[in-house]
């Protein structure tokens, strides 16, 4: 078979959409509501604005800014341009976005005030990088608006949208570069999913920056799904979000999701709140069984930068069923798990997990080796290692580059850190590996307690060995009042063997 | 911009719908409730059977059947195999079948029992045509299967899955080529257009052998769709249906939604419909008044054979605000409307419809001169006249085929049949020409007079002067107790000539 990379365009998405249904709310904000008509000549006067701001066709735009409508009038503007973008996440490190903004060659470096101050003590370090204030860029400003099209011109399939960094808890950066038909198919196997109704808003507070994020952005308009845009996580915020707006989806990753149940105590969620898309990484059962208890509608997915965000998503009517699964693959896109010599694995053995599909990039921005290492014939080797049950479920078991061997036998963080997770004073723990003299590797843990609970190291080995094969037993518990986690909440296991070992 | 056609491929996706939900109902008859699974078991047999049967991978098949289960099957099972479908009408005269199997130069023709006779009368004309019997295609009969394996291949989006022949109301039939990417555009564009729900239930009682129920099917497999399969429309069923069997989506044209109204009497729709698309050329508007007057979620949908169905659908929520309206274009679809100068209309103005998209065919079978009379730069001259309205909607007025030019003026048939259908005592009209010395072209009328009503010719032409320009009025009018139509229920005026006038 041929590669699945699709060709072929179709008309500005935000275009059609701003046609067929203008008056339908597109975006809500704390300060603003646009309707998908308003949006549009939003994105016009801001395709305007960065016109007049040189920027131009082709060109790579970073974007270092917090959720805002204007972002998202950005993300648009940039895609009728031509333009690609290429989001920089506000947590980084000024040499961080440096390294990021030099490997891509990025021309222009777009932020909002907020962020101003490092790209103006970046600009010294990258003279060939011009440098935008975001609030300036609606057109407005500039006497220039986009000249009137009487056929929307349309969006190739096969060209590069957007270029996102995957967030580095595995080696050094790349960019994964994502197309316009990666971004389609994203969404259109989303609404094949999870379904479509005219009452769908999906709320956003996650960063923009990450393709969860981003691809909320982009699904809304392409189904016509309104988005409700938070600037950063909070969970009362959430609840009276999903209480009083009549929000119908929400995508978190697994502490959002403890703290907004948290927070809620006992009041039910309403019947409104159809969706808790839980990405980020394998979810904790306790958290799982928490949800389940409660009745939240979690969808458990699988998702990656590299393939525009999901890949296999639960539904909600089989959550209760495959408690901790993260479902089938999505609507085109095929999913195997393989051993070491590429064989197919059986079902319930662990394996590499390859995808293939039209939401798959076609490769990292400037990076033909690391490319090729990970792309064959169209399949993705993602890093993840999961299983399938006998009914082609997905369980994720774990990034396999944070695989820890211990003499000879492998152990997977996940699966240890789920076991912590489950005893009753641990709010959540991280497993990382401790050099060890006799095994080479050996799992180490430092876990989180919930308010009010207390217990010991000792206490919670006796827990483990109770539950775990004794060579995934942590040698070593600390404890701490939380794990470094990055903006996406992914664990930063690197990060905790820094902190904390050995 | 590049032409709009799609390539790439995805895999088979009744394989992956019956892996992503096996035991959701794919399909209901009289006698077979299937689910995914059984559906794709059964496709997998009855892939063994074609194979068997010498049926190859590029090879064009006919299929003269009736609506039922096994006409569903063989749909799938073609695809599966890589051959092309063409469905036959299984109205036609048998020289008209034969004029389209060698047109098209098929290598098989497979029937059912009901209509194996006409197959071997067909057969000594065609001896290059093999014939096969549907019911012994099952795989069993043969004792073969097809090979199980473990990779499902894909569809090459650019490939071409159908040919359906257009109706013939306008010169001589030509096979429209439909490909997997024109199909699978339809579903998803259809869905982001109504929706889609884990109950959608879809009620197919238009022939499959026309794309505006093949569609059903094919939809139903990409979006996960339950379709209820009826052999033929009759009202009493459809309304059992609806009632008892939460039908919540049914395709029609306009004689069958006035025949269902009229046997509902007054007793209301239940809330489980949600949409009756309504297609086969526009409505006359009594018909939407009345649908509307009883709250039927009616959706006025604008479909071409050579756009895989759906090109432009009013939404059931513009539906009385846009009364007669087909819509928008559906998502990927562009329309235009112009002059013969090429040059685009007003709003308000009507001209040609043009349309561009994933959906439009790319080409006719065997026929480049007339594929390039209809085509060019992905724009399809669809033949029929329609005009926008200051919000974009469309308004469909007739096949420009069948327009009368009358003294230099147009006369646009569907317009004067809505007239007289408006007339308190007609059930339904069809206008069709009668030459005249002075004007060249004159229209005519034939009228079906509703139950115990009664009039005269001079009456409804003094209904029509009314209003309508003097040249617009019918200058015979005739009776009848029914019109001539085809099998989707499309007015054959061209009939209505040959039995009424001059």
Redesign the interface.
């Given at each position: 078979?041929?590669?699945?990379?699709?060709?072929?365009?179709?008309?500005d998405?935000l275009r059609?959409r701003a046609?067929?249904t203008?008056d339908r709310l597109a975006l809500v904000t704390a300060d603003a509501s646009l309707s998908f008509a308003a949006l549009d000549r939003a994105a016009d006067a801001m395709t305007g604005g960065l016109h007049a701001a040189g920027v131009a066709r082709g060109q790579l735009v970073a974007l270092l800014a917090a959720n805002s409508a204007a972002y998202a009038v950005a993300v648009h503007a940039l895609a009728r341009l031509g333009a690609v973008l290429m989001p920089l996440n506000t947590r980084l490190a000024p040499a961080e976005l440096a390294f990021q903004l030099q490997d891509a060659a990025a021309r222009h470096l777009v932020a909002d005030a907020a962020h101003f101050d490092v790209v103006t003590e970046l600009g010294g370090e990258l003279p060939s990088v011009r440098l935008h204030r975001l609030e300036e860029l609606n057109g407005a400003a500039s006497g220039q608006a986009a000249a009137p099209r009487?056929?929307?011109?349309?969006f190739?399939?096969g060209e590069v949208q957007t270029v996102v960094y995957t967030s580095g808890t595995t080696g050094r950066p790349k960019g994964a570069q994502l197309t316009y038909?990666n971004h389609l198919w994203s969404a259109?196997a989303s609404?094949?999913?999870l379904?479509?109704?005219?009452d769908d808003r999906w709320l956003a507070c996650l960063p923009l920056f990450h393709v969860g994020g981003l691809a909320i952005l982009l699904r809304g308009v392409?189904?016509?799904t309104t988005v409700v845009l938070h600037e950063t996580f909070d969970p009362d915020r959430v609840s009276r979000a999903i209480d009083e707006e009549g929000v119908s989806h929400v995508s978190v990753v697994a502490n959002m999701l403890q703290r907004l149940l948290d927070g809620r105590g006992e009041r039910p969620f309403p019947p409104t709140l159809r969706c808790v898309l839980l990405g980020g990484g394998p979810a904790p059962r306790p958290l799982l069984e928490a949800g389940a208890a409660r009745s939240v509608p979690v969808a458990q997915t699988y998702g990656l930068t590299e393939a525009a965000s999901q890949v296999a998503t639960l539904s909600p009517?089989d959550a209760l069923r495959k408690l901790g699964s993260a479902g089938?693959?999505l609507?085109?896109?095929?999913l195997?798990i393989v051993r070491d010599d590429g064989a197919?694995c059986a079902p319930g053995e662990a394996g590499d997990i390859l995808i293939r599909?039209?939401t798959v990039t076609p490769g990292y921005l400037n990076r033909p080796d690391e490319t090729a290492a990970v792309l064959r014939d169209g399949w993705l080797l993602t890093g993840d290692v999961g299983h399938l049950d006998a009914?082609?479920y997905l369980y994720v078991l774990d990034r396999r580059d944070d695989l820890i061997v211990s003499g000879g036998e492998n152990v997977y963080p996940a699966e240890v850190e789920a076991v912590l997770a489950s005893h009753p004073a641990v709010l959540e723990a991280g497993v990382y590996a401790l050099p060890d003299e006799r095994w080479g590797r050996a799992p180490a843990a430092v876990v989180v307690l919930r308010a009010d609970a207390a217990t010991t190291g000792e206490e919670l080995v006796a827990f483990c060995r109770e539950r775990l094969a004794g060579f995934k037993v942590p040698r070593r518990i600390g404890f701490a009042a939380a794990l470094p986690r990055n903006a996406a909440g992914k664990l930063l296991r690197r990060e905790l063997a820094a902190r904390h070992g050995p």
């Open positions: 078979m041929d590669a699945t990379a699709l060709s072929g365009s179709v008309p998405w059609q046609a067929s203008p009487r056929h929307a011109s349309g190739d399939l038909g259109l609404a094949l999913n379904g479509l109704r005219d392409i189904c016509g009517a089938k693959p609507f085109g896109t095929e195997r197919d599909g039209p009914e082609g």
